[in-house]
């Protein structure tokens, strides 16, 4: 099911990623040298995973760097690639850190979903039951490769943690359990028309960052985004960091002001000007209601501070039926 299973490409891996963690984590944590040193990172980039028989979509693939079967993490979304693992897209690393998992011994797989980038297929509705399929897909691929040992975790942050319910309701077999970081499970309710009323400045702002011919277009190849990481990773991001926060609106200002794709615009249209009930809304409906069909083991993070957007699918998660007992009790 894989368009292209190479060895990992000299150039691409003559400089490995430099990990992402730095300073004390939202959970209240220091990383100590165990979270910062270990296996090794190398890159399996563009490896290409066929979910329909004229469409592949676009994988990057980081393993510990000496042979063996690893559990894979897997993140998937409609965003690019190209820079997650240099822990600098648009707005910040929401896949995690690939030298984080491979350190530990996990693979970690970043997905981009049809349409975008590199990834076959026409560009679509966001989180549309095809890309729900696909991913199902995907985690049954990352299984089967001779890297992984035949269990999948899903891993992410917001777009990268909407996706982890609505798949985890299809049951892959390999699936083992999700960790999502601030999701949404209704999606009307949740991010179209938050509190009753359209969200034109999100959508602005995440449809600039995201979305423009230049995100489509977009490829960092692997040896350029290892050499951002260890800029971006170094001591010198307690001095530039402190500055970069202060002028971030500014920047998400700028973000707005960029023009996506026409298809994007028009989707923007209808969001905002057609698609105020549910009935109209162009978005796909969520997995919030149906929540009880998720067997595997969970983890949902939410960060209180945000009042909007995410929040309500963190509780909507919590909430969820437990599952109906067995014969087995």
Known sequence: MSAKIGKPGFWDN????????????????????????????????????QVAPAVA???????????????????????????????????????????????????????TRRGMGRSGGADAVYLNDTDVVDHAKVIQWAAAQPWCDGQVVLFGTSYYGLTQPQVARLQPPALKGFFSIEMCTDFFRHIAMFGGAPQPDFFALWMG???????????????????VSHVINSPLKRVWWPQLKKRMSRIMKGFERLTPTMATRELFAGLMLDGKTRATSPLPAGPSGMLGDITVPFVVVQNSGYLN???????DLFEMPAPRPTEDG
């Open 57 to 111: 979509l676009a994988a990057d693939v980081y393993v510990p760097r000496f042979l063996g079967r690893h559990p894979a993490v897997v993140a998937f979304a409609a965003y690019s690639k190209e820079l997650q693992a240099a822990g600098a897209p648009t707005g910040n690393n929401e896949t995690g850190s690939p030298p984080v998992f491979t350190n530990r011994g996990y693979a970690h797989v970043i997905v």
């Open 309 to 315: 957007l995410h929040q309500f699918g963190a509780y």
């Open 209 to 227: 960052a995201n979305f423009t011919p230049l995100q489509f277009a977009l490829r960092v190849p692997p040896l350029l985004r290892a050499l």
């Open 14 to 49: 003559l400089i490995p990623p430099k990990g992402g963690l730095f300073g004390a984590q939202l959970a209240g944590w220091t990383p100590g040298l165990a979270a910062k040193s270990g296996l090794g990172c190398r890159v399996l980039a563009d490896q290409m995973i």
